[in-house]
């Protein structure tokens, strides 16, 4: 339905269930997405989770490679309310792009569509510290660094930090 300079973005179908599937199921990759247990999910499960988020978020866009339509990431933003229209967002790449600069793009494009043709006032999100290539990319398109949650995350046997992030319109970065 969009797309950027790399990537087309468009609606989650379930073709898509095994590709989210094997990410919920990768440890690693998980390590650094959420602050839940990580626990493994069956297929039918992540179907049943992509299917409730992308039917009540405010976007929830799957990221696809224009050359060779893989799937390689998504964002999902939700929670906002009339008044303020502060929405919570979330962000899943392979790891197979990692470092190409795909994170970037694809907030910048959720971003500025939030702010420019959803009426969202701010986006917040929430980041275990130690995730430090999502820190520095969400910096990259101008999250600012709004307050620490000390050791609210347990993970691989120890407490970690939980940063609070957010950003407004006049804030982002689109270069």
């Known amino acids: 339905m969009f797309e950027t300079k790399r990537l087309w973005l468009r609606a989650f179908v379930p ?3 095994p590709t989210f599937w094997t990410w919920w199921n990768d440890p ?11 626990v493994p999910k069956g ?25 060779g339509r893989d799937l390689v990431g998504m964002v ?3 929670g906002g309310e009339a008044k303020n229209r502060d929405y919570r967002l979330a962000t899943v790449l392979a790891p197979k792009v990692w470092g190409q600069g795909y994170g970037r793009e694809l907030l910048r494009f959720a971003l500025k569509h939030a702010f420019d043709e959803l009426g969202v006032h701010r986006v917040t999100l929430n980041v275990i510290a130690y995730n ?44």
Do not use: K
């Open 43 to 67: 297929p039918s499960q992540v179907v049943d989770i992509m299917q409730n988020w992308s039917a009540t978020a405010l976007m929830f866009l799957c990221a696809e490679e224009l050359n």
């Open 28 to 38: 690693a990759l998980m390590r650094l997405q959420t602050e839940h247990a990580i």
């Open 132 to 175: 430090e290539r999502a820190v520095r990319c969400y910096r990259s398109v101008g999250f600012q660094h709004e307050g620490t949650l000390r050791r609210a995350v347990f993970r691989d046997g120890s407490w970690h930090d939980f940063l609070v992030m957010g950003i407004l319109r006049e804030d982002l970065v689109l270069t």
């Open 15 to 17: 073709a898509d269930s």
């Open 76 to 78: 999902h933003m939700w």
